[in-house]
């Protein structure tokens, strides 16, 4: 079921993102060459965060600041963002990873380097995928906002 949902979800593209464990530069240049415009940066003590508008989705890449890579990415809006895009090299392996609680809505599933939690009804999807090995030093995934 759940490769079922995410191969359907990756068929879905409203536009193209920098991958997750990718450099910060793709946030802009994807941006940049596509409809969608990064609307916002804010900086905190321990990551940057770059948002992403594509006018009825936010996408939130998390970026590290010593390694200059996204470690974390979310998405809240009508439309499911293009799984393959945002996840990269790592779409393989969420897909392979088993999930530890799924239902008709939502979903979540935890390996050695990804934590993802989605769900959602037409008109409304959200989700997070976290690449746990490039969390910032001393951030745990509650700190996120």
């Known amino acids: 079921m759940k490769k079922l949902c995410f191969c359907l979800l990756a068929t879905i593209s409203i536009s193209a993102y920098a991958s997750l464990g990718e450099s ?11 409809s969608s415009w990064v609307s916002n940066s804010e900086t905190t003590n321990k990551y940057v965060i770059k948002s992403i508008n594509t006018g009825d989705t936010q996408i939130k890449e998390y970026i590290n600041p010593t390694t200059d890579k996204v470690f974390a990415i979310r ?4 439309r499911i963002p293009n799984m393959k895009v945002l996840l990269g090299q790592y779409f393989d392996e969420f897909m392979n990873t088993k999930g530890s609680s799924r239902g008709l809505t939502s979903g979540s599933s935890v390996n050695t380097d990804l934590i993802s939690n989605y769900g959602g009804v037409p008109g409304h999807f959200f989700g997070q ?4 090995k490039d969390l910032p030093q ?4 509650g700190d996120l906002k």
């Open 24 to 34: 910060s530069e793709n946030v802009n240049n994807d941006a940049r060459n596509l």
């Open 75 to 78: 998405w809240a809006g009508k």
């Open 138 to 141: 001393d951030l745990t995934i």
């Open 129 to 132: 995928v976290i690449l746990t």
